[in-house]
């Protein structure tokens, strides 16, 4: 490796360590107190406190070290990573039946997504500011207040873009892992018979001792975890390599550090549980660490809503949102987007789970259902990649499925019990968006299906247009058509009610292919039907978005000369109505007609000049 390849991996570490750890960084504010909280019952005693302390580490090795970083990183398309990317690898090489079941994976997978999101600003920023009730216990009625307002600056920031913030995000976090191993050691120093939970037997010990209820306590044990998912769906922006450098060399040592410290000073001070993360820093070092802990929960949560913005992306390039406005906040990253809608509908939802449980150990109960959720679901998928896709024997995809799923689904089932106790916050919202999410892809599909199933053949009715032409008139006529071979209705309708059709005609579909990006080499193919009808396709990944401008440059390169100012654009604007249903496929109905007369509409969408346009009605029942 020369050196600029090494500063290069260097940067990127260091950047990883800035986004791509900010939630499971912040996770030793809450875990250990939660676990030994007096909830399960468990005294601030040896046994429980070695146990938990073992616990955390095996599942930081297993489920981060092993499965994450080195299994299911793995998985990449075209160097990107998450939980749609391994639907989509996944759907590859199977069979009908099993490419549903995928999808559905994927799509369950995603919308715990979106229910966790929620979550983590609120549960991230509160246990920050909490720590004001060990500055100055008189403070505690402003902890809700100050949470609002650092979360409110940081959602009307996110239309600036981040990249001058993000220029702070790395040296903070670092700085943060410095501070959480050097604590660490201080704590572990005072008492370092500690280190002995090192050894797995305290973990099959816990669960001996305490019998049933240390199933349950998984539940709590699942928040040091919390965030892996980030390691997978950030893969894209840093490479495999530096996450995998910054989590080796900086973040596990550090987090292993911090947590057994909190564990020695526990032991010694029983008293400490009220918060011993804070109650581990000096005197001297409390406001500071107060302020640094803000600071680094903002930047989790930064994390979580670029993660969020990304997914939204991509669930709408793959056709299972509807279109919405997505704005490009830097110049040379295409990662960085803000998205106006899911910016404030994510920001009032954070504000109301903060007014509503109004401290960091009541979100404690809503926290793990997705996450554990996901990671059950990563496993399903990744293992079926494996098989498929990298053709790895059964004899070996089996027995890892059969490990993973050992961990999984126990972590996942004592996270049930969180149901009544906020646990039903995430998965309402991820139930509501795993029905929007099916409704606009399943009747999105029955509404094509119906605009298209006139029959016409598109090669015919060429044909004959160029034996009999009606008026001709001068310029360029460029049709939407989102099927190659079907006529646009927006033509058929021109035809019959101008009875005119322009010198040049293009017949233009926007094409989204099976991966985030698509070389320029393959972006434009153009095919001519006729001596005055073209037909255009423009192939996009999901991670791109489609630009007229840079379309009309491509047909240029290839002969087809175009200009934006002496094109029109004809496109069909339908109006849908509800044929006869049963009730449940009519509210269905509904909700897609509430979201199709919200979406973005493809002018806006594709960036075409409005007096360009020329919009041709029609009525479709559905």
């Given amino acids: 490796m020369n050196s600029e390849n090494k500063q290069s991996t260097a940067a990127l570490t260091l950047?990883?360590?800035?986004?791509?750890?900010?939630?499971?960084?912040?996770?030793?504010?809450?875990?250990?107190?939660?676990?030994?909280?007096?909830?399960?019952?468990?005294?601030?005693?040896?046994?429980?406190?070695?146990?938990?302390?073992?616990?955390?580490?095996?599942?930081?090795v297993i489920v981060v070290s092993l499965k994450y970083i080195s299994y299911v990183m793995r998985a990449d398309n075209a160097g990107e990573g998450g939980i749609l990317t391994l639907m989509s690898l996944a759907g590859r090489n199977t069979h009908a039946t099993a490419t549903a079941l995928v999808l559905i994976l994927g799509l369950v997978g995603g919308s715990f997504f979106f229910g966790e999101v929620v979550i983590t600003p609120a549960m991230s920023v509160l246990s920050a500011i909490e720590g004001l009730e060990i500055a100055a216990p008189s403070l505690d009625v402003f902890i809700v207040p100050i949470s609002i307002v650092v979360l409110t600056l940081l959602f009307v920031i996110q239309k600036h873009g981040t990249g001058?913030?993000?220029?702070?995000?790395?040296?903070?976090?670092?700085?943060?892992?410095?501070?959480?191993?050097?604590?660490?050691i201080n704590g572990i120093i005072k008492n370092p018979e500690v280190l002995q939970a090192l050894n797995p037997w305290y973990a099959l010990q816990f669960f001996l001792h305490y019998k049933t209820i240390s199933f349950f306590a998984l539940g709590s044990v699942v928040l040091a975890i919390t965030g892996v998912e980030a390691l997978y769906a950030d893969m894209g922006h840093f490479g495999k390599l530096p996450i995998r450098i910054a989590w080796m060399l900086v973040v596990l040592p550090s987090l292993v550090l911090n947590y057994f410290g909190q564990g020695a000073l526990l032991l010694k001070h029983p008293e400490a549980i009220k918060n011993p993360f804070f109650l581990l820093a000096p005197d001297w070092a409390l406001i500071p660490m107060l302020i640094l802990a803000t600071l680094a929960t903002v930047i989790a949560s930064q994390a979580v809503i670029s993660g969020v913005f990304s997914l939204t992306r991509q669930a709408v390039r793959l056709g299972y949102l509807p279109p919405m406005r997505i704005i490009h906040t830097s110049e040379n990253e295409s990662g960085q987007i803000y998205i106006p809608v899911v910016n404030w509908l994510l920001y009032t939802a954070v504000v109301l789970v903060i007014v509503s449980f109004k401290h960091s150990s009541n979100l404690a109960a809503a926290y793990g259902i997705a996450v554990t959720g996901t990671m059950v679901l990563t496993t399903l998928l990744s293992c079926t990649v494996a098989r498929k896709n990298w053709h790895w024997s059964l004899f070996s995809v089996v027995p890892l499925c059969i490990f993973l799923l050992c961990i999984d689904v126990p972590l996942f089932s004592a996270n049930l019990v969180k149901i009544l106790s906020g646990g039903w916050l995430p998965l309402s919202l991820a139930l509501v968006m795993f029905i929007i999410m099916t409704t606009w892809k399943s009747e999105r599909f029955r509404a094509l299906r119906k605009m298209h199933e006139h029959g016409n053949s598109l090669e015919a009715m060429i044909s004959s247009l160029e034996k009999h032409p009606p008026v001709r008139v001068s310029g360029t006529a460029v049709y939407m058509t989102r099927v190659k071979n079907i006529i646009p209705f927006a033509l058929l309708h021109n035809l019959k009610h101008n009875k005119v059709l322009h010198e040049r005609v293009v017949l233009l579909t926007l094409r989204t292919e099976d991966a985030p990006y698509v070389h320029n080499v393959h972006r434009v193919s153009i095919e001519q039907l006729s001596p005055t009808f073209w037909r255009v396709v423009a192939s996009y990944g999901w991670r791109e978005i489609p630009n007229m401008e840079d379309i009309f440059h491509r047909c240029g390169l290839e002969g087809l000369n175009c200009r934006m100012m002496e094109t029109s654009f004809?496109?069909?604007?339908?109006s849908l109505v509800l044929g006869k249903r049963p009730w449940y496929l009519r509210l269905r109905g509904k909700l897609f007609l509430l979201l199709q007369r919200n979406a973005l509409r493809a002018p806006d969408q594709f960036e075409i000049p409005p007096n360009r346009v020329i919009q041709l009605g029609t009525q479709v029942e559905i």
Avoid at 164 to 184: D, E, R, S, T
């Fill in 15 to 60: 950047a990883a360590i800035g986004v791509v750890y900010g939630d499971i960084g912040t996770s030793p504010l809450y875990t250990l107190r939660e676990c030994l909280s007096g909830e399960f019952g468990f005294g601030i005693e040896q046994q429980s406190v070695f146990g938990f302390l073992s616990l955390i580490f095996w599942l930081l």
């Fill in 570 to 574: 004809f496109m069909s604007n339908e």
């Fill in 164 to 184: 001058l913030v993000g220029k702070l995000f790395a040296p903070v976090m670092l700085l943060w892992f410095i501070l959480l191993a050097v604590f660490g």
